[in-house]
């Protein structure tokens, strides 16, 4: 059995930072977890260097459940976005080498493939409707099955969603917080304008998503739904803020479109009653944020007992480490539904070369052994941490909101 002998914490910066745990064995095989928080990095940098890696040293790298029952449990201090990610980057670096030791890529020890490729969507953007729109007809030319759609508000500076270049949305753009403005109506109006316009455009054999990023009440979120349904929205994201797991069922009495949410839980005590209680759709929680695959599977699994689907968050703030174990999990998982992928920078792929891969739609995580994926120290080494806020978000009047 490989005993843990070291684990050591990497902060890189290629163009955004990332956080990555390497756990080290007697038997010189290796694992990697991804660490890192947005906005939040050198906490997590800190909890694991400084509470969880003394604790690792001598263990058993193949015992991953007793382990996590032991950072889980040991804290005292339970859940949490900074234990949850640190516990999430050692759960994903033991299962990195229990498949490098088995000579398996993880999917395999997860029950094995359950489908033959994941569905991704990609995320297209733009100032303007139109522009919008051109972008989600170069994903569909691209052959993506799925397009989320996010458009600037007429009048607003800025709207969640709207990068300057398209592409790489990247959102802690800042060394103190960016302060965006926010207004309601105004964004209320232009929403179904995108979708119908879309649709005109793209067809209906394309899944259209939108992500209201918390910003809604549910009674706002009622409407909007309602306002969308003509158009068949795949999903809409974070209608409003869930730490009322309740207020969901008010977007619910008011509209049949989908409602998928979590990519900021970190346990399944987040999530319990809104699947329990069908509030939800599907479930975003992420293999980086969420306790690591050996939790996700314990939160898909009570969704699976609902009908409600996985869609995994995976944005350029999750490093492809965490998009490999993601593409294991969902290559894997019964009740899959879809696979958020936004590209990472080829800046960021050479830091951490992988053999997951993208084609008409879909991805794969490959077939090396463990995650398939690694860490070039060498070169993290020259992309140095630096400091970056995600925004804040203020009404007109200055009110602090929801961003
Ligand atoms: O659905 C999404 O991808 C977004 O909500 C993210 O871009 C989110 O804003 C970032 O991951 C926050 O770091
Ligand atoms: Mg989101």
């Known amino acids: ?39 939040r990095e050198l906490s997590v940098a800190s909890y694991l260097t400084d509470h969880v890696i003394p604790c690792l040293i001598g ?15 040991g804290a005292y201090w339970r859940r949490g976005p900074v234990t949850m ?6 759960d994903m670096a033991l299962w990195d080498i229990k498949g ?92 179904p304008e995108l979708f119908k316009a879309a649709r005109e455009a793209l067809g209906w054999d394309v899944h259209l998503l939108h992500d209201i990023h918390h910003r809604l009440t549910p009674i706002e979120a009622g409407r909007l739904g309602k306002d969308l349904e003509p158009y068949r929205p795949f999903w809409l994201e974070d209608a409003t803020p869930a730490e009322n797991q309740e207020a969901f069922r ?30 939800i759709d599907y479930i975003r929680a992420t293999v980086v944020h969420a306790g690591g695959i050996t939790h996700l599977r314990r939160i898909a699994a009570l969704a699976d ?7 995994c968050h995976g944005a350029t703030d999750l490093s492809p480490v965490c998009m ?26 050479a830091v951490f070369p992988h053999a997951y891969s993208f084609a008409d739609g879909m991805m794969h995580p490959g077939d090396k052994p463990g995650l398939g994926v690694d860490l070039d120290e060498e070169l993290a080494a020259k992309y140095e941490y630096k400091r970056a806020f995600l925004p804040v978000n203020r009404l007109e009047d200055g009110t602090m909101y929801n961003w």
């Open 305 to 311: 007992l609902y009908q409600i689907r996985t869609g």
């Open 1 to 39: 059995m490989p005993i843990i002998t070291g684990a050591k914490v990497i902060v890189t910066c290629p163009g955004r930072n990332f956080v990555t745990l390497k756990i080290e064995t007697d038997e010189g095989v290796y694992g990697l977890g991804d660490a890192t928080l947005n906005g």
């Open 59 to 73: 263990r058993d790298a193949h015992r991953i459940e007793d382990i996590w029952q032991y950072l889980y449990k």
């Open 250 to 279: 008010l977007i619910r009495q008011h509209t049949t479109a989908p409602l998928a949410v979590g990519e900021i839980f970190n346990s399944i005590w987040d999530a319990k009653d809104l699947i329990q209680n069908q509030l």
């Open 100 to 191: 490098k030791v088995a000579g398996l890529p993880v999917y395999q020890l997860l029950g094995g493939a359950s489908r033959e490729g994941v569905m991704v969507y990609g995320h297209a953007n733009g100032t303007t409707v139109e522009d919008t729109v051109k972008v989600a007809l170069e994903y569909q030319a691209q052959g993506y099955k799925a397009i989320r759609l996010q458009c600037g508000v007429p009048g607003m500076a800025s709207t969640y969603g709207v990068s300057k270049d398209k592409y790489f949305y990247e959102p802690a753009d800042a060394d103190l917080p960016t302060e965006n403005v926010w207004n309601t109506s105004k964004y209320m109006r232009v929403v």
């Open 85 to 90: 990610t640190a516990i999430a980057a050692v």
């Open 324 to 349: 490999a174990a993601a593409l294991h999990f969902d290559l894997s998982v019964p009740n899959f539904g879809i696979q958020e992928y936004m590209r990472h920078t080829e800046e960021t792929d």
